[in-house]
């Protein structure tokens, strides 16, 4: 099984997104623990994994899974065990070697985990700040886990949060809707009791008949408010959502089925929120009486699926585009160069100088180096083109729609001076410059490998040639 280091940017974000899918639309907990567990081990390719789910101070473990599948595994650890104890108490991941103390597994119901050297202990933490649950991980196949490991674990560990809370909030709604078909009385009293709002509304849903004071808490609107304009839900669905939310609606009418719907809804306050609606019939003796829906607030699960957007396509230092959406623009370019018959520039970029600052004044000057030199890269080129960070000290910019070699060397100069200039961390006595290599369409290539090829040619001719000056490729 490939670990998160032979996979690509694609591979993890597809990991990722199907993992959240099989959480969200798991019922139940337990549902959710084994899709984290299997994710997991996908992810950093260890030998075996668990979780433990908190219940009355102590980490309770049902079972484990290994390179044979599933295995029992009944047990339950509180404070006794120093590992829980820190976890517990301090809520951050936690190391455990072979050297550090002796597993707490039953080396007879569990010897793969009881002769483990190496395990990881992530806290699932709720809402509250209140640890809901654990992601154990037992001995990585090939060396020990490294921080790249961590950072996707964490990302996992945070998407449980969610579905564990969503599913929670879940059972909640569930269990609130089934007591509402016995008494009104009794659905008024209960619905005020989970996050989340509840409504009723006309079967052409033109008219709000009830809405839960939650509608304040996550809406900033007050019942009477909400209920005296009912446009308010209409007009307040984010724009961008309106049409296809209103459609889903009247589908959901003439289909005569539940109404679910994912959409952003502006707040009294103007801060767009993400909601999940979700809305069924009420009906008596076959006649349709009422829709009954709840409307749960998942922005921190979007959010969620923004970062994973982001680390799949941005560099994390610098902000960049990465080496994945880097190529993917590139395509773009291409093609677009090709339908309008227009040329545009390749740029490969490579900073004169990095491996002093890095090796004689340490990462962390290195690292404020790359950051620095991204931000004056994209401070010197427009909003249309792009700048990458390939890995290292090299980078990519793609200049679209340039009308000529001139303007690309104009360009080209402002970048090679904005490098160039001095940085406040670095002593002067460290020089960093720019060389560049630059190739253009069609001239040059008319596919994306070729383009490549031939800047990276010619940024080494201009390395060749001192340094701190740009090479057209010659062809």
């Not at 709604?173 to 409504?199: C, F, G, H, M, N």
Request: charge should be negative; proline fraction near 2%; aromatic fraction near 6%.
């Amino acid at each position: 099984m490939a670990d998160a280091h032979q996979l690509s940017h694609t591979d993890l974000v597809s990991i990722f997104a199907d993992a959240s899918n099989h959480m969200h639309l798991s019922m139940d907990i337990p549902s959710i623990l084994r899709v984290a567990v299997v994710t997991a081990m996908q992810l950093v390719n260890s030998k075996a994994a668990a979780t433990g789910l908190r219940i009355d101070d102590q980490l309770a473990f049902s079972e484990y899974c290994s390179g044979d599948g599933w295995q029992t595994l009944i047990a339950r650890y509180g404070s006794e065990v120093s590992w829980v104890n820190d976890l517990m108490q301090h809520k951050k991941i936690i190391r455990v070697t072979k050297d550090d103390e002796s597993s707490c597994f039953d080396l007879l119901a569990a010897p793969l985990l009881n002769q483990s050297s190496d395990m990881i202990a992530l806290p699932v933490i709720g809402k509250e700040d209140d640890l809901l649950a654990c992601l154990l991980l037992f001995d990585k196949q090939s060396g020990a886990f490294d921080v790249m490991d961590i950072a996707l674990l964490e990302q996992l560990a945070s998407m449980m949060t969610v579905a564990i809370e969503n599913s929670i909030q879940f059972s909640e709604s569930r269990r609130v809707e089934e007591d509402l078909e016995k008494s009104v009385a009794t659905y008024r009293t209960l619905v005020e009791q989970i996050p989340a709002i509840t409504y009723i509304a006309t079967l052409d849903r033109t008219r709000i008949l009830f809405v839960s004071p939650q509608v304040e808490d996550i809406l900033g609107y007050s019942q009477d408010d909400f209920l005296a304009n009912q446009e308010t839900w209409a007009q307040q669905i984010h724009e961008d959502d309106r049409d296809r939310v209103l459609s889903e609606v009247r589908e959901s009418m003439q289909e005569k089925l539940p109404f679910h719907s994912e959409y952003r809804i502006r707040s009294k306050s103007g801060r767009d929120i993400w909601v999940k609606d979700a809305a069924a019939t009420v009906r008596d003796h076959d006649h349709d009486l009422y829709l009954q829906g709840v409307v749960h607030d998942i922005t921190e699960r979007k959010e969620s699926e923004k970062k994973l957007v982001q680390m799949a396509h941005f560099d994390q230092l610098t902000g960049l585009a990465n080496r994945t959406l880097f190529l993917d623009r590139l395509d773009q370019s291409v093609a677009q160069a090709k339908r309008h018959k227009q040329g545009f520039a390749v740029l490969f970029l490579d900073l004169d100088g990095f491996k002093a600052v890095n090796d004689n004044l340490g990462h962390k000057a290195g690292d404020l180096l790359l950051a620095e030199a991204a931000h004056r890269l994209s401070a010197n080129v427009r909003e249309v083109d792009t700048v990458a960070r390939m890995g290292g000290d090299e980078f990519t910019i793609i200049l679209n729609e340039v009308s000529s070699r001139d303007s690309v060397e104009h360009i080209a100069n402002k970048l090679l001076h904005a490098i160039s200039a001095p940085y406040e961390h670095i002593d002067a006595k460290y020089k960093v410059t720019l060389s560049m290599g630059i190739a253009l369409y069609p001239d040059d290539g008319i596919a994306r490998d070729a383009l490549i090829t031939a800047s990276d040619n010619a940024m080494y001719k201009a390395k060749n040639s001192g340094k701190n000056c740009f090479s057209f490729h010659q062809s």
